[in-house]
């Protein structure tokens, strides 16, 4: 997995790409801790996220609690259905 990240001044846009799941989101988690306090507002952008697992999810969890706002951008078909099984697409903010 890959993971983008363009900050600018208390926001910030992370892209990961590829699987996020057991052995990678670790990796988010790293990137999320790297940012600083000065950062207060992030964008998911999961336009290249091919696949999202329950550790995934915690970590996208851990996110939303981290920071002030969270925002989750392209999110595919298949990913969208997870959030809509899971609940979650009712307590974050997907658009």
Partial sequence: ???EKIINGD????RP????????SPEL???M???GSDVKNIELDFAKLEYISSSGLRQVVAINKKFESLVITN???EIMDIFNMTGFSKRLNIK
């Fill in 11 to 14: 926001s910030a846009v992370i």
């Fill in 75 to 77: 999110v595919s078909p």
């Fill in 33 to 35: 801790d790297e940012l």
């Fill in 17 to 24: 790409e590829g699987w996020l799941d057991t052995q990678t």
């Fill in 29 to 31: 988690g790293k990137v």
């Fill in 1 to 3: 997995m890959t993971i």
